[in-house]
């Protein structure tokens, strides 16, 4: 029984208690409010106290201030939790990127203890199940809706959709749209959603025709995945005839040139937007280097610093790419402090793109240094390092790295026997490269593929062995490319066969009848052999064909034969 004294005094403070709790910008605030209800008189005692804690523990569970696991330390100690407060620590967990199961392990714990779920606590259980793919277990929950009459909530129902859109059944997603003609937005929205993750844009196209009214949401969804299906055309005929726009419009816009690789369009939406966000910016930056334009991404840079955008690890990949086009190692390690200065993670993601950077600008030391303070690697992480130390000619380290990774138990893929074959051909390093290339499929479960053979025949090619080469290209078991051809043909270049070359050229010239270069370059190889006629019908085959001169090409090479670079210079 609470006495006068105590519920008057209570009364005046639990308002208090309330502003203090929706006003924590911390998980230090919510501590102190929360030491500030355990020894207030009174407060424990008396069951007056579990509404203000279990307060607490649903700000603490939602507020992007707050901390789940300390949430879920207050909700541990009440001995009869209200579904208010399951309902607070699902909706926390299920936002969670890393424990999203927990909020299940919530929802079973509620059932158990008699406390039924209502319409708020279904659509975030939903959610848990699609990011934790528990696809069966959301079947199960869907039934529990149907069980406790809530397949009628437009919430629940736009989670549903959502949930069966995700996991690849469209059939169900539709069925649950088609069976409640009462629709909200959220729903119609789910719907377009749907269609348009599963790449079905004409469908997609169907429902969103078809909406009673559309928000900006709805045409956002339609927008992005037109840019997606690479239909710029029609994006932007709908970007155009939107009623009104948000940052989301125009970044989705941006995306869609982005992908398409139409830099200039991109930039001229870059330019016209009414505001940009960190987003627009890194859309830019991005476009310009997977474009190679790096001095315009370096310049956008310092552009975006000066406007006083706060980059992210997304800004300092497109960034370091750009500095790795341009070799430029002064930028890179100006880059790097910047990255310390500002807080940025190195992350997986940063902390390859650091590897990369340093590869290209040929300092292998500082990317060994990063890669290995890096305290989890992905397979594009070792493939990155193994790779820069085999183009820079450290076949042997490459080997050790080759043989670390396998112990580490990571697997090596594809690119991993790329980057081993690069190293061997860079070190010329026969024996190894042939046997690495009939040991991939039994040993290591990796099925050579034209690029593996490449290499090989590379290696073989520059090593002089042109009869073996020749040799290996006839086993092959898929169809030579172009790169094989020339790869053999540089060999018979730098060998001054030019009886192979005959061979082989008629190949490539059938493979790729309007590159110059691969006329000039068996003329030369005619010359060098004295067959002046030959040589002369090669330079007028090209001009017969119309094949493209490239201007001023020249083709040095080493003494020994090995690195060959070709210079450009203009008329």
């Known amino acids: 029984m609470i006495n006068k ?25 919510f501590k102190q409010v929360h030491a500030q209800i355990i020894v207030h008189e009174g407060f424990l005692p008396h069951e007056t106290s579990l509404p203000e804690l279990c307060r607490l523990a649903s700000f603490c569970a939602i507020s992007p201030h707050g901390n789940l696991f300390y949430a879920k330390t207050i909700f541990d100690q009440q001995p009869n939790p209200t579904v208010q407060l399951y309902n607070a620590l699902v909706r926390g967990f299920s936002a969670s990127p890393t424990q999203p199961q927990e909020a ?60 069966y859109a995700d996991a690849k059944r469209l059939p169900s997603a539709k069925k649950l749209f088609d069976v409640h003609p009462e629709r909200d937005i959220v729903c119609w929205n789910s719907m377009v959603d749907a269609y348009v993750k599963s790449g079905h844009m004409d469908l997609a196209r169907q429902v969103f025709d ?20 690479g239909n710029l055309d029609e994006a932007k005929r709908l970007f155009d005839q939107m009623p009104e726009r948000n940052i989301v ?59 006083g955008i706060r980059v992210d690890e997304t800004t300092v ?17 100006h880059l790097y402090l910047y990255i310390s200065e500002q807080g940025i993670n190195i992350n997986l993601i940063v902390g390859t793109a650091l590897i990369d950077m340093y590869v290209k600008c040929g300092n292998i030391t500082e990317a060994s240094k990063i890669f290995n303070s890096m305290q989890t690697k992905d397979i594009l992480a070792w493939n990155t390092m193994l790779i820069g130390m085999g183009m820079h000619g450290y076949a042997k380290d490459a080997q050790n790295l080759f043989k670390q990774m396998q112990k580490e138990g990571m697997a090596p893929n594809d690119m991993t026997f790329v980057g081993m074959l690069i190293a061997f051909c860079h070190a010329g390093m026969i024996k190894e490269g042939q046997e690495l290339l009939s040991s991939m499929e039994g040993a290591y479960g990796v099925e050579p593929k034209v690029e593996h053979y490449g290499c090989v025949i590379d290696l073989l090619s520059r090593g002089g062995r042109l009869e073996e080469a020749l040799d290996l ?60 006629d030959d040589a002369r019908m090669m330079r007028d085959l090209m001009e017969a064909k119309g094949a493209a001169k490239v201007a001023g090409l020249s083709v040095i090479e080493s003494e020994d034969g090995r690195d060959c670079k070709e210079y450009i210079y203009h008329k």
């Open 5 to 29: 004294q105590f519920a008057i005094r209570y009364s005046s403070l639990k308002p208090q208690f309330d502003n203090l709790v929706i006003k924590c910008k911390s998980i230090r605030q």
């Open 104 to 163: 299940i392990f919530l929802f079973r714990q509620m059932l158990r203890n008699g406390v039924g779920p209502n319409n708020m606590t279904f659509p975030f259980v939903i959610k848990s199940c699609t990011l934790s793919s528990s696809i069966e277990f959301g079947i199960l929950v869907h039934t529990h809706i149907l069980k406790c009459g809530f397949e009628s909530d437009f919430y629940v129902q736009s989670s549903l959709i959502k949930f």
């Open 473 to 532: 290209i006839r086993k092959m078991p898929v169809e030579p490319n172009a790169y094989i051809w020339g790869a053999l043909l540089g060999g018979c270049k730098i060998h001054g066969n030019a009886q192979v070359a005959e061979a082989v050229g008629k190949y490539l010239l059938d493979l790729e009848p309007q590159h110059g270069g691969r006329y000039i370059l068996l003329s030369n190889i005619y010359a060098e052999a004295k067959n002046w």
């Open 249 to 307: 419009s125009w970044n989705s816009m941006l995306a869609g040139y982005v992908k398409c690789g139409n830099v200039e369009d991109a930039l001229r939406i870059f330019r016209h937007m009414p505001y940009r966000d960190v987003v627009s910016w890194n859309a830019m930056l991005a476009c310009y280097a997977q474009n190679g334009k790096p001095n315009e991404t370096l310049a956008l840079f310092d552009e975006m610093k000066l406007a």
């Open 210 to 229: 078809q909406m009673p009214h559309r928000d900006v949401i709805s045409w956002n969804s339609m927008i992005n995945g037109y840019g997606i299906a």
């Open 317 to 333: 990949v497109s960034v370091l790419s750009a500095i790795g086009q341009l070799g430029v190692l002064d930028k890179g390690l």
